[in-house]
């Protein structure tokens, strides 16, 4: 993350996303797949790494292999405006427009109610002792005494995946194929996000 200057004079906190030019590695269409889609490839990976299944499908549309596959999901003439083989790089977005960033969250092990739920840390006079930071009761004592489904207990927090919507993009490199986007998005740096058109177009 950083920050941009608009021409307001608003300080903004941007995240610049690295769009660098998606590979159309397949076209799936209703006919052969029962649903419409596009395959996108990026990034870089020694061919040893890949399996021969792996390998002989980049192979089969003569393509170098990529380090990561993605579907996105097109309406069939949309996918019509692509063939395989085509680059889809950051000129295909606008300043101003509103998208959706998806990603896996940052793992933060095991954590307590206070962390994962943001509950109220206990007094810690009046008699209060070794219980600080439990959580309390979980349940009714009568009958039936069980604890309710969904209850916010201790747990793993983070690495799940998380769609932040409806930010804005400020400003595009398209020499770089940069986004600045406002705000922040799921993931730790380097990682893998995907970015859709806002489907609330709010």
Do not use: W
């Amino acid at each position: 993350m950083t920050q941009l200057f608009l021409d307001s004079g608003e300080c903004a906190p941007v995240t610049v996303l690295d769009a660098s030019p998606n590979t159309v590695i397949d076209k799936m269409t209703d006919e052969r797949d029962s649903y419409s889609a596009l395959q996108l490839g990026v990034g870089e990976r020694n061919e040893s790494r890949f399996g021969k299944a792996e390998a002989g499908h980049f192979k089969a549309h003569d393509l170098k292999p990529l380090a990561l596959l993605r579907e996105c999901r097109v309406t069939s003439e949309e996918a019509a405006a692509f063939e395989i083989g085509q680059q889809i790089d950051s000129a295909i977005f606008e300043e101003g427009q509103k998208i959706d960033v998806t990603g896996t969250s940052k793992g933060r092990g095991f954590a307590g109610v206070v962390k994962r739920h943001g509950f109220k840390v206990k007094k810690q006079t009046h008699g209060t002792h070794e219980a600080f930071r439990h959580a309390g009761s979980i349940g009714a004592g009568s009958s039936p005494g069980h604890v309710i489904k969904g209850m916010p207990m201790a747990g793993h927090l983070g690495n799940a995946r998380v769609t932040i919507k409806n930010l804005t993009i400020l400003k595009i490199d398209t020499e770089k194929n940069l986004l600045f986007v406002r705000g922040s998005v799921p993931g730790h740096i380097d990682g893998y996000v995907s970015v859709r058109d806002a489907k609330s177009g709010k």
